[in-house]
């Protein structure tokens, strides 16, 4: 299955970057890619996402939240995003793992461009936490 | 009568307010001892005879000390039947556990057992003898089959308050009926209705819908049953719950308690009784909340339901803060610790703790609140860790330690985080912890811009309906309704405007 790492670090505290990743309602705010988001009357690991100008829904499912570690999958693609955070030496580590099924293995270039730019995003609103 | 006057007068027997008995205990075990042992036995069973049904315990004993084993099991089965009528059920376990001494193969004995560890408050083992009566019931005998499942349904969602493991029996109860290929509509009527409200609980609310409208239909002879009843009214309550209606799901579910206490099932009265006390609590009518959890408190106590009551007597107690009876919060969550000690379990104590910590923190104790949530968190009770661990950093914020304070902020960050964990609000309430902490380190700025961060939280959140489905998450994850965890963003907004207008903020 195709699949990419990225990482980045940052001075933000790891409780901010915690913040972000477990509350889908402020994925739009970092996210690279989701316009907005909904969660609807489903089970509380379970939300919609938009794409901008695009009306199709796309559900998630949170597969997992403990330990730092953020799993997400979506239900429609099984594309999965694996987010963990680490401390060290002082630091923040946001790393992710992303694996595409291989019949959407031509979105791999641009998961790629979408998740660097929303690990920018991420730390850079980390960063401006009080 | 004459024998009687002349062992008086001999000085063998005494004449104690016109009852016979021997001097002395020596006397009587000797005499006992000298009678032959057949003629023993058979005054042993005609004194069984003479006691009959009514004093089953005593014929019990008479007919096993007659070597007549085979007929004291229906007595002890019938003594156990009793004890437990009376919620005696340290009495009513080991009468069943004799009488499975005598018969250790008789699986509705080990069914009745089976109930009893359950109402007393023991899962584990009343899945393990389930086990063993379903090993012995015949894999031909599907309506034996399907009737033990349902019962181990009953109590799994009842005394046990676990739905998952309760839809699950009734699932097994229908597939028995299915692959002996039996109609069997009022055994399918009543696993169809436990299916539903479990369903209600924690599955798909329309699937829920569905199988509360087939059980209706397939309702038959058991459409006159009180228990069949119950369950459908619950599930209706429990339906309308889940889709945030708190105050029209009072009623179906009071209905249902009543339904319940009417077929003897004060287990399944609690589970009903909770959830209308809760869902009363969630509609903001506190005083409604109050009364159903007295009523369902006095049931429980009357029939021994140890660890029911505890979990109503937290729900009390946290009803109790809301209405600002803070005295009779602290007292009734004392209350709980003791109800806790006599239960003796660890995660049980652990979870009292917990409550205990909560409404501590709700009442101005921070110090108790502190001490007793990390009691909590060193055990492995069935909690929000990471709301346990937010409310802990609350407390030692207002201790005046927010470095031990900022610690279980970062605890937090490694718990796992589930449903019953109101994952929407936990950033809300994070940074509202971080607000206290910063007011704690009398930096006014900070607090400030960290509970907006929160309140800004709180806002995204008013109006979720997530917290319905919070609601249900509470029931399967942790086994019991969100009383001390009520999701109330309006009243949280509330308190962080307090709190802010509180800051001292220092021109600069």
């Known amino acids: ?130 | 009568m004459d024998a009687a006057a002349s062992a008086i007068g001999a000085g063998l027997l005494v004449d104690r307010r016109g009852r016979l008995g021997f001097r002395h205990a020596l006397l009587r075990q000797a005499s006992y001892d000298d009678l032959p042992e057949p003629r023993r036995a058979w005054l042993h069973e005609r004194i069984a005879e003479v006691l009959g049904p009514e004093r089953a315990a005593e014929s019990a004993r008479h007919l096993r000390l007659a070597d007549r084993d085979e007929l004291a099991v229906e007595h002890l089965a019938r003594a156990a039947a009793t004890a437990r009528a009376v919620a005696a059920l340290e009495e009513a376990e080991s009468y069943l556990r004799e009488a499975l001494e005598i018969v250790p193969r008789d699986a509705p004995l080990l069914l009745e057992l089976a109930e009893v560890h359950a109402w007393r408050g023991r899962p584990q083992e009343a899945a393990t003898t389930l086990q063993r009566a379903l090993g012995l019931i015949g894999a031909d005998d599907a309506a034996g089959r399907a009737d033990a499942h349902v019962r181990a349904g009953d109590w799994l969602r009842g005394a046990v308050c676990d739905p998952r493991a309760a839809l699950t029996q009734y699932r097994d109860a229908l597939e028995e009926l299915d692959r002996a290929g039996r109609p069997e509509r009022t055994r399918r009527a009543l696993a169809l209705a436990g299916l539903a409200w479990c369903t209600a609980v924690a599955g798909d609310p329309g699937e829920a819908a569905r199988l509360v409208d087939q059980a209706s239909e397939m309702a038959g002879d058991a459409g006159g049953d009180e228990l069949f009843a119950h369950d459908l009214s619950s599930a209706r309550g429990l339906h309308l719950l889940r889709g945030g209606g708190f105050a029209q799901s009072v009623p179906p579910l009071l209905a249902a308690a009543e339904r319940a206490l009417t077929c003897e099932r004060p287990d399944l009265a609690y589970t009903s009784w909770i959830n209308a006390a809760s869902a009363a609590a969630a509609a903001s009518d506190f005083d409604h909340a109050l009364a159903i959890a007295e009523r369902a408190l006095a049931v429980m106590r009357a029939n021994g339901l140890t660890s029911l009551q505890l979990h109503l007597t937290a729900a009390r107690a946290h009803i109790l803060t809301r209405l600002g009876r803070r005295a009779e919060a602290r007292a009734t969550v004392e209350a709980q610790q003791q109800l806790a000690d006599r239960l003796g379990d660890p995660d049980v104590a652990a979870l009292a703790a917990h409550d205990f910590g909560l409404v501590a923190l709700a009442t101005g104790d921070p110090a108790t609140a502190e001490r007793e949530l990390a009691r909590a968190l060193a055990g492995t009770p069935a909690i929000s860790r990471p709301l346990a661990r937010l409310a802990r950093a609350e407390a030692l914020a207002a201790l005046g330690r927010p470095a031990d304070a900022e610690a279980e902020l970062s605890a937090t960050v490694r718990e796992p985080i589930g449903p019953a964990d109101l994952p929407a609000m936990l950033s809300a309430r994070f940074a509202r912890a971080q607000g206290l902490i910063a007011a704690a380190r009398r930096d006014p700025e900070q607090a400030r811009r960290r509970l907006l961060e929160a309140a800004h939280a709180w806002e995204r959140q008013a109006g979720s309906a997530e917290t319905g489905e919070a609601w249900v998450a509470n029931i399967v994850d942790l086994g019991r309704p969100p009383v001390l965890g009520l999701v109330e963003p309006a009243w949280e907004l509330d308190r962080i405007r307090i709190e802010l207008a509180g800051l001292a903020i220092v021109p600069g």
């Open chain 1, 1 to 130: 299955m195709p699949e990419f790492h990225a990482a980045s670090t940052t001075q933000a505290p790891i409780e901010e970057l915690w913040k972000l990743l477990v509350d889908p309602t402020r994925y739009p705010e970092w996210w690279a890619g989701i316009a907005s988001i909904e969660q609807p009357p489903a089970p509380a690991d379970r939300f919609t996402l938009y794409h901008p100008h695009e009306p199709e829904p796309w559900p998630q499912q949170i597969e997992r939240r403990a330990g730092g570690q953020v799993v997400i999958s979506c239900m429609t693609s099984a594309i999965r995003y694996e987010w963990q955070l680490s401390t060290i030496d002082e630091e923040t580590r946001v790393a992710v793992l992303v694996e595409i099924p291989v019949g959407w293995a031509s979105h791999l270039e641009a998961q790629r461009e979408l998740i660097q730019r929303s690990l920018e995003q991420l730390t850079a609103l980390a960063e401006e936490q009080p």
